[in-house]
């Protein structure tokens, strides 16, 4: 299955870098990054291993937590498309159009 990431998940992760690298600690942020990447990998073999996302509770928005960050995906058909990366603490927003 294909897998996309958005602009607005794209941003998520150079700001999570920019802030990890602004406090000084660039590997921390880098570290992040790659586990994010890796998990995202996985959803082209496992589409559905993310949870509903609770806020929405639509089965189509889902997402992956890689603590302290969650993943969120709209699952279609035959491709996901990763559209947040989101601090798990924070509320969540989806873009209006990605």
Known sequence: MKVSISNSAFTDLENMIGY????????????????IIEHIQVLADHPDMG?????FQLAHIREIIVAPFRVVYLREKSAIKVIRVWRSERPLVLPAKT
Request: no cysteine; net charge negative; charged share 35%.
């Open 20 to 35: 990890y690298t602004e406090e000084g600690t660039p590997h921390i942020g880098l570290k992040f990054a790659k586990e």
């Open 51 to 55: 949870r509903i996302v609770p806020e």
